[in-house]
């Protein structure tokens, strides 16, 4: 009788590692809201966009959007264990929120932060974040295309980090 192999059973499956995409105030509007300044692309088009770039990677990612200022900060808490990094647009909370910056200021991985238009071309009040501060990078003005920057950057620090280890 010939000798034959035994084909290991699959063991349980190790999850991948996994971003946090957060969107602030409003963004569940994208597509419909002031289409001249943030383009015609949904929140759902922009989180399928991240989903696959991520993946290509190697890593998931969870997409939570809230229009309430406590509502993000809960998820950054929330993630602080269980996601490798994280991509913010905050909105409105951008400039106005020090709990938000407390909050990610805890978050002990790489912060992106994104906004779809330019802030700095647009009124005085949005100039300043309270943000950038805590970020690693800040990507402002390339559309829903900067959400795939900010994982393509996310994805460089990560492998960089483990690169010096």
Same mark, same amino acid.
């Given at each position: 009788?010939?000798?034959?192999?035994?084909?290991?059973?699959?063991?349980?499956?190790?999850?991948?590692?996994? &971003? +946090?995409? +957060? #969107?602030?105030? #409003?963004? $569940?509007?994208?597509?419909?809201?002031?289409?001249?300044?943030?383009?015609?692309?949904?929140?759902?088009? &922009?989180?399928?966009?991240?989903?696959?770039?991520?993946?290509? *990677?190697?890593?998931?990612? =969870?997409? /939570?959007?809230? $229009?309430?200022?406590?509502?993000?900060?809960?998820?950054?808490? *929330?993630? =602080?264990?269980?996601?490798?990094?994280?991509?913010? #647009? *905050?909105? !409105?909370?951008?400039?106005?929120? +020090?709990?938000?910056?407390?909050?990610?200021?805890?978050?002990?991985?790489?912060?992106?932060?994104?906004? +779809?238009? $330019?802030?700095? *071309?647009?009124? !005085?009040? =949005?100039?300043?974040?309270?943000?950038?501060?805590?970020?690693?990078?800040?990507?402002?003005?390339?559309?829903?295309?900067?959400?795939?920057?900010?994982?393509? /950057?996310? /994805?460089?620090?990560?492998? $960089?980090?483990?690169? =010096?280890?």
């Amino acid at each position: 009788m010939p000798a034959t192999t035994a084909e290991a059973a699959p063991g349980p499956m190790t999850p991948r590692p996994e &971003i +946090l995409v +957060l #969107n602030g105030p #409003n963004l $569940n509007l994208l597509g419909e809201r002031e289409p001249e300044i943030y383009g015609r692309t949904t929140l759902a088009d &922009i989180e399928a966009m991240c989903a696959d770039t991520a993946a290509e *990677a190697g890593l998931d990612v =969870r997409c /939570i959007q809230s $229009n309430h200022e406590g509502g993000l900060i809960d998820a950054v808490h *929330a993630a =602080r264990r269980s996601t490798v990094g994280a991509i913010i #647009n *905050a909105g !409105a909370y951008t400039h106005t929120s +020090l709990a938000l910056h407390d909050a990610l200021k805890s978050y002990d991985h790489p912060i992106i932060e994104v906004h +779809l238009s $330019n802030p700095h *071309a647009r009124e !005085a009040v =949005r100039h300043h974040s309270y943000l950038s501060p805590v970020a690693a990078a800040v990507i402002a003005g390339a559309g829903a295309r900067g959400y795939v920057h900010a994982v393509e /950057i996310l /994805i460089d620090h990560l492998t $960089n980090a483990k690169a =010096r280890l």
